[in-house]
């Protein structure tokens, strides 16, 4: 009996009755092959079932207390974990268009993929060609031995045949007149037999001809192309604002009475990536009825696949402009920017690229040159036409001088009298009546506004009533209070949102804490001089002119909330004008 108990061997599926830790399979390689093991799974503990069911008693006692939106991420379809008794409410986005949604995002890649096969087909096709004309040049360089063995035979018998002629003095005659002796002539016809018409000779368009041919089908494609029309004389124009040029604030500066507004620059090869949060800077509000997209490319080629994804897209824009005029070096030294001021040939094709997809006008914003001293844009005044640019916008100021000095608008004047486009000046623009004297004494046809409406957004309104309007601090808060509700709207009312909202409120106020009321200012303010510092007609007044960053989170705080513990600010746009001064204050 002993021995026949330790021979015992457990039945197949179920683990030793001695040794219950044993794993099935363990026990079971002895008498199957591995891939014929079934796969059992072990009965659960009755432990784990009490767990389950205490956890179960508590989720149903604390299912009413927990926030339902709390496992909705923005803009992801994955939870996170969010503190009980948080808010948690995604973006309503409420009257907002361009939205980098799935199908958006299939067709745009669908777009990109065919123009990337029709580019390597054309490139497959010059290569062939290249290869035919080496082989044609070769043949032609070295003929072989036999052609000019043939050559010389040709030659010589060529010459035996001239010598018989001349000799001969009478010919046999030819086979034509022997048919006609032969032929009966019929009587009342006219014995004369017609003669053929020569066939049509067909010659093949050389390599020239057909470059010719498809230059001027272009060019006609352009002319004959309906394009949306922009019409930009004496209208007050936004200037695009990284960072602080966002939808929120766009919508401040529409409430205000701003004609067009344009989004922030976007990087087109992100955008070729399909990275959504590229393509969030493309978003507009339904308020901002002539929107453009400011765009930064390289390249001819991204040009032309970016010009046909925005076409496929269905996105809601008026205008796209070409950034060429950002001095920060991390973006010139990627090709974009300034660094296309003095890449002529380049520009043109980008320009050219765009315009042959694009149904909506394109435009420029360009500086005078790399330096001030030496400006060089005035050398494209005959050929922006050309380039298919339907307005050009320029910026009184070097890449090198970036905000220091003056605008030079006697070069501006300059260039507007010589372009055979519409041209918008750029820079210094501070108040109402400078606004008006520019637009009337220079050639321009609008003006763009980018610092002064960061410094003071109501100056859209100054513009268009022709006055100073001396607004209170407590409409400025109100103000305040508005981009913070937009910021939401944009954002979110969560945690996440709300951080966002506070940080880009807080870039604004280091902007908002350079206006001067105009009650206080014995004369107009502009915008290059110091203010000094100053005590305001109450206490919000003087807090708004602090520059402080721990100013800027108080005023946060009186629209948003206590501020979170760990919060800490800086300026992401820091002028050189004005650095000294606000390390100063926060000391």
Known sequence: MASQEKEKKPEQGKPAEGNPQTSIKEVEVDILPEFL?????????????????????????????????????????????????????????????????????????????????????????????????????????????????????????????????????????????????????????????????????????????????????????????????????????????TTLGNLPFRRITKRFGADITIGEMAMVPNLLDCRASEWSLLRKHESEDCFGLQLAVASAPQADTMARMLEESGFQYDFVDINCGCPVDIFCQKGVGSALLDKKGRLASICKAFAKHLTVPLTIKVRVG?????????????????????????????????YKKLADWNYIDTCAKAAQIPTIGNGDVFQWDTYWNTLDSNAVQGIMIGRAALIKPWIFTEIKEKRIWDISATERLDMLKDFCKFGENHWGSDEKGLLTTRRFLCEWLSFLCRYVPAGICATPQQLNLRPPPYKGR????????????????????????????????????????????ATAGEG
């Open 538 to 581: 109450n206490d919000l007044e003087t807090l708004m002119a602090s520059k402080a960053v721990k100013d800027w989170v108080k005023i946060s705080e009186l629209v948003l909330g206590p501020a979170p513990t760990n919060f800490t600010f800086t300026p992401k746009h820091k002028s050189a004008s004005y650095e000294e001064e």
């Open 370 to 402: 790399k330096n001030a001293a030496t400006p060089v844009i005035h050398k494209w005044t005959d050929v922006l036409q050309d380039w298919g640019v339907d307005a050009w916008t320029i910026h009184g100021r070097g890449k090198l001088q970036r």
């Open 37 to 241: 093991i079934p796969r059992v799974l072990p009965k659960p503990k009755p432990q784990a079932e009490s767990s389950n069911a205490e956890q179960k008693r508590k989720h149903e006692s604390t299912e009413g207390t927990e926030d339902p939106t709390a496992k909705r991420a923005r803009g992801l379809n994955k939870a996170r974990p969010v503190a009980t008794g948080a808010k948690s409410e995604r973006p309503s986005c409420e009257g907002e268009v361009n939205f980098f949604t799935y199908t958006v995002r299939s067709k745009v890649r669908a777009a990109a993929k065919a123009l990337r096969a029709e580019h390597r087909q054309q490139m497959e096709g010059r290569h062939k060609q290249g290869k035919k004309k080496g082989k044609q040049a070769e043949k032609q360089e070295k003929p072989s031995e036999e052609k000019k063995a043939e050559s010389a035979s040709t030659e010589v018998k060529q010459q035996d045949s001239t010598t018989e002629n001349q000799g001969d003095q009478t010919t046999a005659p030819t086979s034509t007149e022997q048919a006609e002796k032969a032929a009966p002539v019929d009587e009342g016809k006219d014995s004369v037999t017609p003669m053929k018409e020569d066939a049509p000779t067909t010659t093949t368009p050389t390599t020239e001809q057909l470059k010719e041919e498809a230059a001027a089908g272009t060019e006609t494609f352009l002319k004959k192309k309906e394009k949306k029309k922009v019409d930009f004389r004496g209208k007050s124009y936004l200037a695009p604002l």
